[in-house]
């Protein structure tokens, strides 16, 4: 009976150790993984003014990359990421339809939260504004009410994330044009004016 007791307190202290081990490492390895995270990976592109390419679409004169940093389920979607930091203000990012399938996805450090398709846009525009909480109360206060703002406003669980631009190409012959598509969003922060110069359509400049 002494020597099964004498071996549960040898396991138990040997589990106890070995736990210690594996939370010592990870606790380690926290900055080196932090800095490897998709919002760590496209915060290069915080200071472009149009999405860096991610995933552009085969032609036949320019082959697919071979791997991207974020997951691609179709080669037939070109993908494109704009960084924000929304310390330096409100991220916008505006579209124009076309004949293509166009989505843009926000994404923080927790995963996408908002998501949204060319459905949603307006007489062929679509503008995503994210912000912070405080951001968009101010946004609020500050709408015209007999010239609403047609902007798409989602508060941000985090200053800091990414917005996913994806184009779906149908045909081959699209190709081409989903990778310009991509490329022909734009990608600004707003920024606060004085009551002088104040754009009254609510849009700030760009980045």
Known sequence: MRL????FVYAT???LVIA????????LAIPHLSETDAVSRARTSESLEHPQPIYTVATGDDPSPPEA???????????GVCAYDLTDGPMRVSARTG???LSLAAHARRGAFYAV???????GALDLVILTRAQYDEALADDDENDPSRDVRIVAPDNRGFVVV??????PSQRPAANAAVQAVSCSTDTA????????????TGR
């Open 13 to 15: 202290l040997l589990g």
């Open 99 to 101: 004949p293509l399938s």
């Open 69 to 79: 940093w974020l997951p691609i389920p179709d080669p037939a979607v070109a993908v």
């Open 193 to 204: 004016t004085d009551d002088t110069s104040k754009d009254t359509s609510g849009k700030g």
């Open 117 to 123: 398709t060319d459905q949603a846009a307006v007489r």
């Open 20 to 27: 210690g081990i594996v939370h010592i490492a990870a606790v």
């Open 4 to 7: 099964v007791s004498l071996r």
């Open 166 to 171: 994806r184009v779906i190409a149908g045909l």
